[in-house]
Every structure is written in structure tokens, then in C-alpha cells.
Nanobody, 120 residues
Framework: VQLQASGGGLVQAGGSLRLSCTASGRTLGSYTMGWFRQAPLKEREFVAAINGFGGMHYADSVKGRFPISRDGSTMYLRMNSLKLEDTAVYYC?????????????????WGQGTQVTVSS
């Protein structure tokens, strides 16, 4: 399975971006997919996930601002009301299970990351 993340960029605080993650090589329509991010000198952290039953999970820091969605093997993260602290490299991930997963060790496949930079 190959995951391709896209949609990152430079945006002013308060603005919006939409990240996309497209899977190829295997159908992931019923598996859990998620987003993580890693800021400089920080550990990779969970952002949001959508499980194989359609349930959605969010980190408290993004709840209400970053809705997650999917269309078959493509996953989206709509990033609204962006803050300076949202600056990070965003990674998409997938696991061969329909169960929820909020830690990076539970995921089997990773995309290459896309940079999101929020400026003041």
C-alpha cells in the first residue's frame, strides 16, 4: 500500500487548508485511516482518524476545527481556523483493521508527509 499526502502549504492564521491522502495498491475502504503531525523537536502526535465503521476521532486540540472525511481510499482533513501551533509536517496513515487507533504504533502504512506552515 502506498499513501500519498498532499494539500499542505503556507497559510495565515485563521485560514484554511484541505489535506488529501490517496491510497494505492490496495483497497482501504473499510480500514481505519488517520492523520498525525510532527512539529520540529516534538514527537509525532495524533490529529484525527476515521475508523472502518465510519466513526471519527479527534485530538482535543483540533476538535471542532479539523473535520475528517473519506471517499473510498481517499481521506481528507479540512483544516479550519488554523493557529500558529498547527504548524507541522502532517502524515497520513492506514491500518489493516477497522478498529479505531489513536497511536502511531498501531498503523501499518504511512505517507511521506506534507508541510503545513501557519504564519501570523
Amino acid at each position: 500500500v502506498q499513501l500519498q499526502a498532499s494539500g499542505g502549504g503556507l497559510v495565515q492564521a485563521g485560514g484554511s487548508l484541505r489535506l488529501s491522502c490517496t491510497a494505492s495498491g490496495r483497497t482501504l475502504g473499510s480500514y481505519t485511516m488517520g492523520w498525525f503531525r510532527q512539529a520540529p523537536l516534538k514527537e509525532r502526535e495524533f490529529v484525527a482518524a476515521i475508523n472502518g465503521f465510519g466513526g471519527m476521532h479527534y485530538a482535543d486540540s483540533v476538535k471542532g476545527r479539523f473535520p475528517i472525511s473519506r471517499d473510498g481510499s481517499t481521506m481528507y482533513l479540512r483544516m479550519n481556523s488554523l493557529k500558529l501551533e498547527d504548524t507541522a509536517v502532517y502524515y497520513c496513515a492506514a491500518r489493516t483493521s477497522r478498529l479505531p487507533a489513536l497511536t502511531h504504533s498501531e498503523y501499518d502504512y504511512w505517507g511521506q508527509g506534507t508541510q503545513v506552515t501557519v504564519s501570523s
